[in-house]
């Protein structure tokens, strides 16, 4: 059977984690707990640090949009997922795709410079403890969010600019619970030289760079580490640095862990599921580390139920 070429499309339709019919409730339980645990938690981070003065700093000021981008970054999929399995359809829209392709990109990537960003405060506040409130002064604070904000804009706005110039064929079913950018652009007819080179070369950098920054981060602040005499010192030192080194992990560690098993694995249904660690998993593990390893933090969320 010939394959129909169509320049402009309605829907595509989300093949989702499963097609069992049997395995759609709990596919849904499970997913809306994971939602609510991930919004009420990252939420009441956010609001502790708005709320306690205490903790009105650069690192919680980081921390905080942190929270705000793992809100975006998960809300930006799971919502559309559970609507489709309470109406029993799998379509979303054209727009709805594009749109929901751009906020994935947008948070997914404000999520990897937002961590390089802290783990740059860590290294100022542990290598030049005496220099601190100097360089971390509130306006540069807000250069250090206003530039991964822009660089994120920029790079989810080019990827779909890049894909409203593709047409596609009668073969509209994407293998995800998400609008994921490679699975979409795989789909179309027309050339997409231009959009893997853009993924390459502008979203590649992108991806790279910011663990680039990180590592170079950790290393000065090893090295510090290593020159205190004292036990007591070393430990107090990286206790400041525990609870992000266990995100950088968790985000890194899930998000590489996909990439090699889909790189493995020609299977696209075992790489959405094998996705599902960094899009949900791991917003929804990041309240928890910083809460529980982080005595100021639990004091604040303690007042706000108060």
């Not at 097609?19 to 759609?24: F, G, H, K, P, S």
């Not at 929270?67 to 559970?82: R, W």
């Not at 594009?98 to 410079?113: C, E, K, R, V, Y």
């Not at 079913?173 to 050339?191: G, K």
Request: aromatic residues 12%; charged residues 10%.
């Amino acid at each position: 059977m010939e394959t129909k070429n169509q320049t402009h499309v309605s829907a595509f339709i989300l093949l989702g984690l499963s097609e069992e019919a049997e395995l759609q409730p709990l596919l849904f339980g499970l997913f809306l707990s994971m939602y609510l645990v991930t919004f009420t938690g990252n939420l009441l981070i956010i609001l502790a640090i708005i709320m306690d003065s205490h903790l009105h700093t650069p690192m919680y000021f980081f921390l905080s949009n942190l929270s705000f981008a793992d809100i975006g970054f998960t809300s930006s999929t799971i919502p559309k997922m559970l609507l489709n399995i309470q109406m029993q359809s799998n379509v979303i829209t054209y727009e709805g795709c594009i749109t929901q392709m751009h906020f994935f990109i947008l948070f997914g990537a404000l999520d990897s410079f937002l961590l390089t960003v802290m783990a740059y405060d860590r290294f100022v506040a542990i290598c030049h403890p005496l220099h601190y409130k100097v360089i971390m002064n509130p306006k540069f604070c807000g250069l250090l969010l206003l530039v991964p904000w822009l660089l994120s804009l920029l790079d989810s706005l080019l990827n779909g600019l890049m894909v409203l110039h593709l047409s596609f064929c009668a073969n509209l079913r994407i293998p995800h619970f998400f609008c994921d950018l490679t699975q979409v652009v795989q789909l179309a007819c027309s050339d997409t030289f231009l959009n893997s080179l853009v993924i390459y070369v502008a979203t590649g950098p992108l991806g790279v760079g910011p663990l680039i920054g990180i590592l170079f981060s950790y290393t000065k602040i090893v090295s510090s580490i290593f020159r205190i005499s004292s036990a007591g010192g070393k430990y107090k030192a990286f206790s400041t640095c525990g609870s992000h080194l266990s995100v950088i992990c968790l985000f890194y560690g899930t998000c590489f862990g996909v990439y090699l098993s889909s790189a493995a694995s020609q299977n696209a249904r075992a790489s959405a599921i094998a996705s599902v660690m960094y899009t949900v998993v791991t917003p929804m593990l990041n309240p928890f580390i910083y809460s529980l390893r982080n005595k100021d933090m639990k004091q604040a969320i303690r007042k706000l139920f108060r």
